[in-house]
């Protein structure tokens, strides 16, 4: 496990509650674990929502000031620093697209220093990447804006509640696709923990996780 696990991708591809259940899961492994939010563009689907259960896994969570508030300001706390600090293993969720991967850039040659994985979330049923060369053209742009590479993806194929065992697998040839033309890995195929039965064998990387979801919203 690197020091720092980025998790990025286009809006609504999951990343937000991938990187919550990754939080929680290292921090049953680890003595201190930070997840830093650094969406300051998307105000919905924030890991703020998800502040209390944090809290009560002991994980620390560094978001930005006003999220969840009617304010909307586009910058990070001071506090941001302390994913480079100490024994702490830390976990980042990254805003939508290019625009949000700019402030990752702001870090970039401390994260390269510290030593990373970054992860693309793939949602092979999220509209505007339905087709794999919409992904890679959203890999490019993170990569460029982030000054970052990517090592990994994820397989993150889901229609919220709706999703079941077939439509996960039936994003296989999607993710591969992606695979051959980036390069990349897949490291994790994620999926809704009630469907495990049917899903828990395949590809040797199956991630089962819990959906945490601001009440009012279905996607995850």
């Not at 492994?29 to 944090?54: A, Q």
């Not at 508030?69 to 939508?96: H, K, M, Q, T």
């Not at 460029?144 to 994820?154: D, E, K, N, V, Y």
Request: proline content about 4%; hydrophobic content about 45%; glycine content about 8%.
């Amino acid at each position: 496990m690197k020091k720092i696990t980025i998790f990025a991708g286009h809006y609504g591809s999951g990343k937000t509650n991938l990187a919550v259940n990754a939080a929680i899961a290292l921090k049953r492994r680890h003595g201190s674990v930070i997840l830093c939010d650094m969406d300051i563009v998307n105000p919905y689907f924030r890991t703020k929502d998800s502040e209390d259960i944090l809290k009560e896994a002991r994980v620390r969570l560094i978001s930005p000031r006003f999220a969840n508030s009617n304010v909307d300001l586009p910058y990070l706390p001071a506090e941001v620093a302390a994913i480079f600090n100490g024994e702490n293993i830390s976990v980042i969720d990254v805003g939508g697209d290019d625009s949000g991967a700019i402030a990752l850039g702001q870090y970039a040659s401390r994260i390269e220093n510290a030593g990373y994985d970054m992860f693309l979330v793939l949602n092979a049923r999220r509209y505007l990447t339905l087709e794999p060369d919409e992904a890679v053209a959203i890999l490019h742009e993170i990569e460029a804006a982030s000054s970052l590479r990517f090592t990994g993806l994820i397989n993150n194929t889901n229609l919220g509640h709706e999703s079941t065992a077939e439509i996960v697998t039936q994003a296989r040839g999607y993710v591969e696709s992606v695979a051959r033309a980036t390069g990349l890995p897949l490291v994790a195929t994620s999926f809704r923990e009630d469907l495990s039965p049917a899903l828990t064998a395949q590809d040797g990387a199956a991630w089962p996780i819990t959906i945490y979801e601001k009440p009012g919203w279905a996607l995850y």
